[in-house]
């Protein structure tokens, strides 16, 4: 932010970049920074597995890389624009450099230094890259940014599952290329159609008189989490174990978990990028845990052929992760709680307003002085929205509550592919 006569704007996403690019030559000149560095590409995994259908062995492109690099790097990332099948790519590469990687992780998350002269020691890396998100936000908010949205357009209503007739479109003709939208993160956060209500929504709520009936909480594909939910990380045995504690943020509602269940609902690139309530209760507890941005270790099996975040997932990875997370009461099948992790890039997590009273669904944490009390919540209300980047959403039940993922016969499971040869 830049300040002039008591007016304070959003600097550029040029200006916030020249900046960054000044200072990470800063960072890059300390000693203690290119140590870690040195560490840090000692440490790589190589080969690595490619994502994709067709998952190939590569080199680590980070092999005998200079910190230099990962500076350039982010300045290629900074504009990059996503057409249909690349979304990935950068946020692949840079996974590269922390898969099974420790000492990765370290260097972008935890590593502290005072390389800009400060009396302490910061997590100066960590703090680079929050303020390059910034930047990469700037200019997804940006015209300059709209290049590939006919691209997206055109991609969106080829696919059948959900045309552009679904969505709020500033300019339903498309007499512009873009069809009204400003930037790339106002086409990639669009709303579904009259708020997905009315006698014919895009997205119609399944059995929604029905309480006992959980709902898909946003376009997604499912895993259910084979592990055992615990309130602090144990040593896995034949299951994984979740530090539920953690991902909740040390809510006072963890407990409730104890050895529950789990189900991943993965956000890929194309799908709609807002979430819903899976159930219908009392939003009694929701909040923003701040974590950090890059770091999943376990990127081949996250990425694992198109089947992102399965079931051999170590999920415990997102306790540290920038998150969002939302407690339900039913009553009845008693507490569910939604976390909304943001992954790479912009990792921007936002609640939802809610159009009757203007109310969001942030509701805080009850002795709080933030706190607004229980907000009802019908199962398929939006809850949020992501910008541009990586999410997720877990879904996390009390012990005997949520067993399996169950259909009925003639319900879609997924969309088919041509066989990879």
Known sequence: TTCSNGTCVRATWRAQWAALAADWQGLCADPVVQAAWEDAVAGLATPVLTSGALMTEVANPWVGRACSDLGNFFG????????TTDGLQYIQEMNFLVRRNPKGIFFLNRLETKAHGQSAVCPEVFDWTTRWLAARMAFMDSGDSVKLIPEWVAYVNDDTTSPLSDYEVPDPSCRTPTCGFTSFNAWFARELKNHN???EPPR???NKDDDSILVAPADSEINFILSSITMETELPVKTRSINVKSLLGHSRFAERFNRGTAISCVLMPNNYHRFHAPVTGSLVESRLVKGFYFGISD??????????GNSDMDFFLFEDFQRAYYIYNTSKHG???QISVGLAEISSVNPATR???N???????KGSPDYEGPLPMSKGDQVGYFMYGGSLNILIFESGVF?????LIGQRLGRLSTPVM
Request: charged share 10%; hydrophobic share 40%.
């Open 76 to 83: 290629k990332w900074l504009t990059f624009l996503p057409n």
């Open 197 to 199: 209500e009315g006698p």
């Open 204 to 206: 119609p709520i399944s």
């Open 299 to 308: 990127g081949a099996t996250w990425f694992n052929r198109g089947n992102t």
């Open 335 to 337: 507490f569910v709680a």
């Open 355 to 357: 159009p009757s009273d």
């Open 359 to 365: 109310r969001s669904t942030w509701v805080g944490v």
């Open 403 to 407: 067993s399996s993922v169950a259909v």
